[in-house]
């Protein structure tokens, strides 16, 4: 009966460190999780395409200017906009068609003229490039084809080229078709200059 007594004493200790084992590591294991899916998430938002996506009703519901001011990645287009005094121009009922630059193509630009920024430059400079981006009516990419377009910058076209995705003169459209209430935003890589 000892012997008995004491491998059950003997087994109900090694059920209870094993499970003390198991629920710490089941505990480990619920933190590793936690603080993988937290740091998926973290990454999800960094690389958010809401703000690129028309389809979130806010976005969708504003007018270019609105979904412009909306995305971080036009900060610095969105700065030019009100320095060149077009918000209102551009919040008209239009429809418009913006070929809109990413923070990352102004600041090449930047770069290649050797300034340091949007403060840098005049309304008077700003104007005619930024009117180069924009052409009258909404243009969604399925209505695109190889030609030339006319914009609001008098006198200047841009040029449409299919053969190799969609490129507006030299720079390539990496999102195209978010849709707003007044027009539509196709996100290109280089700011384009008027010649």
């Keep these: ?6 491998n059950i004493i003997v087994a109900l200790t090694l059920a209870i460190a094993v499970t003390s084992v198991s629920a710490t590591e089941l505990n480990k294991s619920v933190l590793l999780e936690t603080s993988i899916e937290n740091k998926l998430e973290l990454e999800a938002w960094m690389l958010n395409e809401s703000y690129f996506d028309s389809k979130d009703s806010k976005m ?9 001011v ?15 005094g077009l918000v209102d121009a551009l919040s008209a009922n239009g429809p418009f068609t913006v070929f809109a630059p990413t923070n990352e193509a102004f600041k090449t630009l930047f770069s290649q003229l050797g300034v340091n920024g949007i403060e ?5 400079q700003l104007t005619p490039i930024l009117t180069y981006h924009v052409v009258s009516g909404k243009v969604m990419s399925t209505d695109l084809s190889n030609t030339t377009v006319p914009t609001l910058n008098e006198g200047h076209k841009l040029k449409v080229d299919l053969s190799d995705g969609v490129k507006i003169n030299d720079s390539k459209v990496v999102k195209a078709d978010i849709s707003g209430k007044n027009g539509v935003i196709h996100v290109i890589d280089k700011v384009l200059i008027p010649e």
């Design 60 to 68: 969708a519901s504003g007018t270019v200017v609105e979904i412009a």
């Design 1 to 6: 009966m000892k012997t008995r007594m004491k």
């Design 70 to 84: 909306a995305n971080p990645d036009f900060s610095i287009l969105v700065d030019a906009v009100k320095k060149a």
């Design 120 to 124: 840098d430059l005049t309304a008077e």
